[in-house]
């Protein structure tokens, strides 16, 4: 986490404004106090690199002490000899002021330091809790499986008629999944919010519009999701009971509303611009069809390939503003598409047994549950890469670092829980954490780019 902590507190100064703080160790003469919030973001990073590098000293020494793996002594022993030279190079900068050239190498030698430490921390965790028997099954559905009868499944409705409307009315809203919607949607607003420090600002008719076109996208592709899996969802005991999976609602129905839906939803975004309509189509088509009929039930990278239908959202938010793709667009997309593995698997822990009955190749199914875990921690260290590229945009700065520090900790703790419990309750929680840690992500975003 120090490190986490470093690459984005150097990403959101370094590369933007060096001439702040441009002395060592403090400002001015070189024991003055920064006089802005940017020259402290630049200070906490020569103190918090200090800091890290005292404990990551003690580490590496500690690791050649101990008889731990080679793969991970190796890994640390390299990241503390680029920790050294990176020492340098911040060094170079500090001193002599902006240069964009070695403010990259500064930004990608931290990556590559950070990515050492995830390394040894994911064999470490990988020794010391990996299951060796950990066989998955080999059959990835159970044909055999007793389907309910239409008689069992069918909801027996309700003779009151204001009863019969509102359980209708509950069915066609669950047709839609409104419990994905809070979370697409704030990654379609921090786009927005992104994109309008870029040109000519947002009105609030295009972001209201974009919001509603994203929340009828959604409900769209949920509803024609739903349609797709009903009778896989009979099978597993999470979907059992969904409005078509029960026949309380007649596909025909669904389809009409899903279709309903998209017209409405496709006509909110070409009112913003034809391009945000385009992605917004591409979006639905992924979800229901590509990731629905072709991706899930078909390849153990279904979860991986699927992140592209959660990162349009960050398209559709930024192209909404701009009308054409750019940096922080591309940035944003980029980390929905890294977290959503990191996401979902936790899911999939959980529901192994459901998913395998549902005839599902997800990964815990197909590699177990160790590869999983394996699989969870490393997307989680490509997310808070992601991140760090992102933070070098210019408007993220405080804000953006400290919520992502304080939830990224909880997020990773979450996960080495998760190592060592091996409990459905923990894989809940880190699958909490990842959505805690990507909703304060964006409202940082969201904080940063419209409150400063
Ligand atoms: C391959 C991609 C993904 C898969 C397979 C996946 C799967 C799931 C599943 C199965 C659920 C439980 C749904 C339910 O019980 O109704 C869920 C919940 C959720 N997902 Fe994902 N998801 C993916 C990507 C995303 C993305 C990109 C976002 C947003 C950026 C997202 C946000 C959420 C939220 C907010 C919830 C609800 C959490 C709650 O109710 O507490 N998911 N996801
Ligand atoms: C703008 C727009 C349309 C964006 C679409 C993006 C979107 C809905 C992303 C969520 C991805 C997803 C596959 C969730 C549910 O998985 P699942 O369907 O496998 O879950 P289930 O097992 O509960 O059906």
């Given amino acids: 986490m120090g490190i986490y902590l470093l690459l984005l507190l150097g990403a959101t100064t370094a590369l933007t404004d060096t001439t702040i703080c441009n002395a060592w160790p403090l400002c001015g003469s070189g024991w003055t106090l920064p006089t802005s919030v940017t020259g402290y973001l630049v200070v906490g990073h020569r103190l918090a690199a200090i800091l890290v590098g005292l404990l990551g000293t003690v580490t590496v020494i500690a690791s050649w002490h101990s008889r731990i793996d080679q793969r991970v002594r ?11 030279i990176q020492a340098g190079i911040g060094a170079v900068v500090a001193m002599n002021g902006e240069s964009t050239y070695l403010s990259s190498i500064h930004l990608l030698v931290g990556m590559l330091i950070f990515a050492g430490v995830i390394a040894a921390l994911a064999w470490t965790l990988e020794i010391e809790t990996g299951d060796p028997s950990d066989v998955p099954s080999t059959a990835t559905s159970s044909p055999d499986h007793e389907l309910p009868s239409e008689t069992e499944r069918n909801v027996t409705m309700p003779t009151n008629s204001v009863t019969r409307a509102k359980m ?14 809070w979370l697409l949607c704030l990654v379609a607003f921090a786009a927005m919010a992104l994109a309008g420090t870029t040109g000519p600002g947002v009105s609030w008719e295009i972001v209201l519009a974009t919001l509603g076109g994203g929340v009828l996208s959604i409900g769209a592709s949920g509803t024609f999701n739903h349609v797709l899996e009903r009778d896989v969802d009979r099978r597993m005991a999470r979907t059992s009971d969904r409005p078509l999976a029960t026949d309380l ?3 025909g129905n ?3 509303f899903g279709c309903l839906l998209t017209v409405a939803s496709l006509g909110l975004f070409a009112w913003v611009n034809l391009l945000a309509a385009a992605f917004g189509l591409a979006a639905i088509v992924f979800y229901s069809i590509v990731y629905t009929l072709i991706l899930k039930p078909n390849t153990v990278q279904n979860t991986v390939l699927g992140g592209f239908a959660g990162a349009l959202p960050a398209f559709i938010g930024w192209v909404a503003v701009t009308g054409e793709i750019g940096f922080g667009g591309l940035a944003l997309a980029t980390v929905i598409f890294l977290w959503t593995p990191a996401h979902f698997y936790n899911l999939a822990l959980a529901y192994k047994d459901d998913y395998e009955r549902g005839g599902f190749p997800m990964l815990p199914v197909v590699r177990g549950e160790t590869a999983t875990r394996r699989h969870i921690l490393w997307y989680l260290g490509a997310t808070f890469l992601a991140t760090a590229v992102l933070a070098v945009v210019d408007t993220l700065g405080a804000t953006y670092v400290l919520g992502s520090v304080a939830l990224g900790a909880v997020f990773l703790w979450a996960v080495i829980r998760l190592h060592y419990e091996q409990t459905e309750s923990a894989a809940f929680r880190a699958f909490h954490a990842s959505n805690a840690y990507l909703g304060t992500l964006l409202i940082a975003i969201i904080i940063d780019t419209l409150a400063f």
């Fill in 74 to 84: 190796t890994a640390l022993a390299i990241s503390g000899i680029l920790y050294v």
């Fill in 168 to 181: 209708t009315a509950f069915a066609y809203i669950r047709l839609m999944k409104p419990r994905l919607m």
């Fill in 249 to 251: 609602v007649p596909v």
């Fill in 254 to 256: 669904a389809i009409a």
